[in-house]
């Protein structure tokens, strides 16, 4: 499998600098400082022509802002990005153009997601417009094409976003994405939303577009279950770092990082009946404010006094699975 | 918080300037002040007398450095017709509007916030509903007008209350109120009524919206849930989150009732600030209409920051060096 | 008892040579009196001067009251007149200096009760002048300034009523001085309250608010008239409404031909002037704008006055008249034109210029109307053109003889603009007549009174008949009162309680 | 053994909205035994929430129940003045709801809240309040309780206001506790801390549990016994065991085989066709029936409720009837 | 798919938001109300028995005559005349065009300033935002008067230099509404889409983000157009409104005010109701339209 797209060191930090104001009351002895959001730090990622990753976390450890790293909507404030191989700051407008196109992202919200002002046509149809995917009077033949693709009833053009259940709403935008003809989807949390009959629809549909056009997928996702069922590697974020990434196989199987393995247990499932639930004690921790050293390691059944002071770093459990955590890297005292 | 308030202060000293050279120059474009000081018949000799004597007969810009000049050292200009500073004299008729104007927000909080709240827990009843067509009235009718109309019917027909003026004024703390007797008050009433009647509008819609977008908000459903009484949830999870909006939007348009206290004020020879500036305007009373800006602007960006404070008060998620510009 | 007067205009100041303005004079008045004092007809009478005479052209010599106190009890002598005419000139800051009445004449003392004023050229005016000059005591208000005397220090004169406070935007409050040389005043304290809305002036008298109040508006004329509770006093007043046209520019920028483009200055014709005049309904404009309060005019001042033409009568409404006098003109289709005028500065000034509107629309002119803020107005009215000069060409305005004479009215509105000699300083329209200034410039020069006066009546014939400018009307000054109060109305538009009796 | 804590028959709550009404719960029935949780799943919109608000009263116009009966430790709870099922509510009978960032009054301190629901069932003064509130609080697993009271909730996280708001329900010992899917907004690790916390305290207490949720494995984790909510009616009810492994009814079946981590990864999901119709325009019939291989002429009525062995279902073509004799 | 049954029939988002503007009978009312009033206004010329504005037409002998009376040209003045003799009736007709044209017109223009700035300043933040935000703040300090008073004198009096007073004092409002709903929009997802979808900031903002932000100005539209219909007449009434020939329902207004202590009621009380009723029906559509376009009380 050709590599499609290479993430190395991303960082993205959103700083609330202070201002003049702030800096002046500083002089008068307030404490003002900058406060800096490490929403994703130092991330490594590969992702291969129709490949899925899955990405899991929970709340608030930058899964989606890593999303819209990849989708390019967010600049990294460090870090690269290779599409194909190119760096994307090096390449020339149409490349950056092809890039910017080759990356879509599908969101948690079908109904934020959609302009609740324009109909489903034009949802679909503007950008391959805009771009010169199809002209005007082709435009009809070829929303109709993606609507089918997607399997909805082309009559729906008219409609507004609001006048969609769910599962469709998911649709028109997966519709909308498929439409400038990507190669790489990033679905942040595309199901998390709907019912599960509907999500099972969805999932299949995912499933049959990757089939059918080759797409490859970076699968957002806080269920264990849709990861594991959906996806071909999986990569395990704790608040902004990536804590352990590899092959599903080996993740669910033989999980190396103590976050790894308390996820999978706390994970409900059909088959576990009146059980005790155990759990990982304590609260996750603000990015705001991370613990030092590994940012797991308050939390953490095996912590010793390294943990605390230092960021482990990744090694390879196994080929292509990778852990940062210092019970793998020589303990933890 | 310190911060906060030195950005408030930096915006405010930004608006005051622009304020100031805006007016300065918009009031030098309007006419030349001379012929509103002047009686109709002063000679030519009297008029370029004058013109000499404040200055009129040099170029704009010179009177501007002059201006600014009299400002760095501290003194912001004299009232062309008083001759008295003009700071002096508005900070002298400030208590007046202030009171005028605060009366007036507690008639609009005093009789809008039942009434909305009424309107807004009970959406279909008829009462709300002629509640909420009796509250367009209130901004409806131009000020002036429903002034004279409460003067007609209050003290000509019915002979209730004085038509006009102050009533007597005391003096606590340095501050003059005519608030605490009630010959004030009845003087006060009228007025602060003419003027509050936006507000009380205003309150009451507000009020109304806000109740019915709290009343459907989980945590009433919660507080029901737990078994408290309808009184204390209107009274205290409803009312508590509805007087964050409230609170913000009468201050700023504490504003607006400022700048309106100068029909209220003169339709009620109420002697207040604001029609000092509607005679300053009119005789091109520069010095006095640049310091009402000043003071104005001052005042409002006070109240603004006295409003923030509140806010964080009452919202206890908001925090001062948090909330941006 | 006390005595509540609302007053629709407010005075900038306590001190008597601050600004020379109607509502500053009033009410300080009150306080401090001149040597001469003139009466509800403006006619001089002895003030604190109890006598003077011409000794020669330039010389003229008085005699003080004897027993005039100060409030603070001192004697009023002859220093205190001179501390007073030095001071005038030399208030700081004053917006409107009385110094003109001042200018050129020295005093000698001749005993503590006796002085000469020596004038530099024949002064016509010397008695109307002293009549605005309020006597200051020497030793109270030496140094004093105008915030000083706002706040009552040195605030003292000879006149029937004390300082008490002036509050501005709300009242000025005298009480009785009990010292007082002449006869005894009937109000323990008088209130004067600032009430510049009119409607809000009559419901306060309808209230009970106040007792007394002044310009009483045209529209509540009547019907306070017809109410039992009031009682309405009224005189002619010497403040004449006028029209005023451009007469200094070939091409004025108000006038167009009917279709728009640029004709030459149809005012420069007398026979354009005169139909403008015949079209003005004066009786009309009287009686449904004015409501009756006012007069038809015929020249500056009405004839009661000395000085006036008792030949001139107001122009008859002649609209047929007017249309051929138009034709013979070389205007049978008329043309377009715009009256500019203030709002709000004279009584009912926009609706006056409407209706002038009206007629000179009837008589083919087609005419527009602009009012403006009076801010905005005089000062393009005196100066907003190029150069400097009046701006419009035709304006409405009104001007009161505060000497309660006519030649300051014929000097400023109708002499040829002079600035030197200061002359036509209020003549917009840059009338200018020769004949006309010759004999005014004599008469400006003659202190025997009767002879002025045929001068003053001569220039004011031959401007009249030149149509230097159209007068419409003289206002009539209105107080109503409480019932029971016997109100004096006065010709100048003061309001003084001394011309309220109980 | 005593009777049930809770005993709904026949329930029906219907809105009556501008265009139409709406049958959001119509002819359901359950009991609750003390200490049982029960666990009511269901898609969006299938009336898990309605029915939980019905039987606290809570429902508001143009809603209204419009038959059945609710008892409750044996009273009825149906046709009582609002007065008097204020009494109930937080008393006996307690309530928490889905978005922990929304049930706290953002504005009001946590103590005032807590306070205010002790004070509003018992008279006693403030400090004892305090006391019981700073004790529920340190039951759920709050650390320094007593500090923590003077908090506001935006100070808290998600999973700490969901277990403020368990501790509001647990302030007087309800029988039964009614959760409309209090865990569906919280993280993995969090939300296992909460049913860890919420089983333990079921189980010391005896309080009854009605657990509403969207999610089978969290329920089969946690219930005794389950009801499956379709379009306002329950279609199939029985034993956790015998529900989730030998479905009767299509949609349970449809549903369980929706749940990705039931699959070999990477397989077709067996997902329902269509969608959830809306409760506005109902098929006549058994409502799953558009949607139903299975369905044929007979599913033109609505299908009664079958009972077998304990279990309880509501179709005329039940999957499971082998294996549940056997 | 069997979807399609489940689905409510299409209805398009006007039809949507007639059906629910018109299931209130107040705001049904209004409406009508509002579009006698439009009616009237634009049928002055045919209706009015004056050309009030037509000094020829005018006679100042018919003034302050009461309801009923006969003018000198003949007709019946039913609503009386004013102080210079114009028929009250077809003033307030002609009055209520300028009326209405000042308000909408200045509602128009502000609302389009207003949206542009304050989107802009959303949609760009920091140096930007900052910049238009504080000539947002001076603005809503500065008082109206003044403004209008500089302007009038800079270019004298007329409804084209009272309309640019009215935006010059109200786009401010609409700057800031528009800010905080296109913050609120900017961070929605389907902006993000746009931006994702390669589509320029132009059109993101003007296609995308605008439309999504023109409910809460529509709503402050009706009470500023209503606002600004009372505001002309309050600077009338300080005399610094429109010209005195050509009154809108203002200038009638504050020129009646000084007879309405003289029993010459008619004067300014019809001029009044007419105001009256207009801003009510204005703003009972706009009570109406808040509800409905308001997403959240829409269950
Ligand atoms: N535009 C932004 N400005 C400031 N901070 C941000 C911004 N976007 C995200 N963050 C912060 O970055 C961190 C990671 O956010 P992100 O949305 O990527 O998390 P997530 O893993 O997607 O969480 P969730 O599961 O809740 O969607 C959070 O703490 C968030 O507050
Ligand atoms: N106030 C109301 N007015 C009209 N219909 C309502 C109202 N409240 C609820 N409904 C309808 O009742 C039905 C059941 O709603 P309910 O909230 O019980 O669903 P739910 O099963 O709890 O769904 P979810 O899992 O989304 O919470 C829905 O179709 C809903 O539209
Ligand atoms: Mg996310
Ligand atoms: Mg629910």
Redesign the interface.
Known sequence: MSELLRLTGISKRFTKSVDLAGRIANVLGAKNVPRVVHAVDDVDLVVSAGEVVGLVGESGCGKSTLGRVIAGIHPPSAGAVFWEGRDINAMDAEAQKAFTLGVQMIFQDPMSSLNPRMRAGEIVGEAPRVHGFTDAQGQRAYVDALFQQVGLDPEYKQRLPHQFSGGQRARIGIARALAVKPRLLVCDESVAALDVSIQAQVLNLFMDLREQLGLAYVFISHDLGVVRHIADRVVIMYLGRVVESGPRAAIFGTPQHPYTRALLENVPRLDARKRRFVTVKGEIPSPLDPPPGCHFHPRCPHAGPRCSREVPVKTAASQGHIVACHLADGGVD | MLAFILRRLMQAVFVVVAMVVLVFFGTYV????V?????????????G??RR??GFDQPVYVQFLHFLGDVVRGEFG?S?????SAIA?IL??MP?TMELAFAALILAVVIGLPLGLFAGLKPEHPAARAIMAGSILGFSLPTFWVG?ML??LF??ML?WL?????GPVVSIFGLETSMLSLDGWRHLLLPALNLALLKISLVIRLTRSGTREAALQDYVKFARAKGLSQSRIVGVHILKNILIPIVTVLGLEFGSLVAFSVVTE????W??MG??LL?A????DRPLIVAYVMVVVLLFVTINLIVDILYSALDPRVRLSESEA | ADLRI?LSS?P??ADPH?????PNNQVVRHVFEPLVFMDEFQALKPGLAESWKVIDDLTWEFKLRTGVKFHDGSPFTVDDVIFSLNRVPNV??????K??YVRGKTVEKIDDLTFRVKTATPEALMLNHLANIEMMSAKAAAGVS??DL?AGKGNVGTGPYQFVEF?????FVVKRFDGYWGAKEPWDKVIF????????R???L????VDLIETV?T??A??LAKEPKVAIASALSNRLVYLHMDRYRAETPFVKGKDGAAIPNPFHNLKVRQALTKAV?RP??VE??M?GEAVPASQMLPDSYAGTSKKLKPVEYDLAGAKKLLAEAGYPNGFKLTIHGP??RYT?D??I???V???F??LGIE??????????????A??GGPDKQPEFSMILA?????TGEPS??LK?LLGSYD?KL?RG??NRGRYGNPAMDVVLDKALATVDAEKRAALLAEAAEIAMNDVGLIPIHYQKNTWAAKKGLKVTPRTDEYTLAMSVKP | MAGPVLAVDNLATHFFTRDGVVKSVDGVSFEVKPGEVLGLVGESGSGKSVTGFSILGLIDPPGRIVGGSIQLNGEELVGRSESEMRKVRGKSLAMIFQDPMMTLNPVLRIDTQMIEAVLAHDAVSEKAARARAAEALGMVGIPAPEERLFAYPHQFSGGMRQRVAIAIALLHRPSLIIADEPTTALDVTIQSQILAEVQRICAESGTALVWITHDLAVVAGLADRVAVMYAGRIVEQGGVDDVLDRPCHPYTQGLIGSVPGAHPAGARLHAIPGSTPSLKHLPQGCAFAPRCTRADAACAVAPPITMNQGRAYRCFHPAAQAGASA | MSEVAALPPPESAFGRFARRFIEDRVALIGLGLLVVVILVALLAPWIAPQNPYD??S????D??QPPGSHAGEGFTMWLGSD???RDLLSGILYGLRISLTVGIVSGVLAASLGLMLGLLAAYAGGRTETLIMRVVDLQLALPSVLVA?IL??LL??GVDKIILALVVVQWAYYARTVRASALVERRKEYVEAARSLGLSHARTMLRHILPNCLAPVIVIATVQTAHAISLEATLSFL??GL???EPSLGVLIA?G????????YWISFFPGLALLVTIVAINLVGDRLRDVLNPRLER
């Open positions: 309007i006419g030349d002040p012929w509103m000081m002047v009686p109709g018949d002063a000679t030519i000799e009297q008029v007398e004058v004597t404040f004299r062309y017709v008083h001759g008295t004299l002298a008729r007046a004279l003067i007609m003290s000509v002979g004085p038509a006009t003026g102050r003169s339709i009620f020879a002697p207040g029609k000092l005679e305007i009119q005789r091109l | 609302a407010e900038s100041a601050y600004h020379n303005l109607t700081p800051k004053s917006p409107a200096p110094t003109a105008t915030e706002n509050v501005p935007g709300d009242r309250k600032f009430i510049k809305s009119d409607p809000t009559v419901a306060a309808l209230s009970g608010d508006p529209a509540d009547q019907r309904n009309a404009v449904r704008i409501e709002n709000g009912n926009s609706k210029i409407e209706a509107a009206q007629m629309t009837r005419t527009a109307v602009e009012t403006l803020p009076p801010a905005v107005f005089f000062s393009r005196s100066a009104g001007w009161s003889a505060g300051d009215s400023a600035a200061g300083s209020a | 000094l020829a005018v006679d100042v002998m003034s302050r102080g210079v003799g008073l009038v004198a004298g009096k005399g610094v010209p005195q020939t020129n005010f000084q007879y309405m202590l003289s029993g010459k």
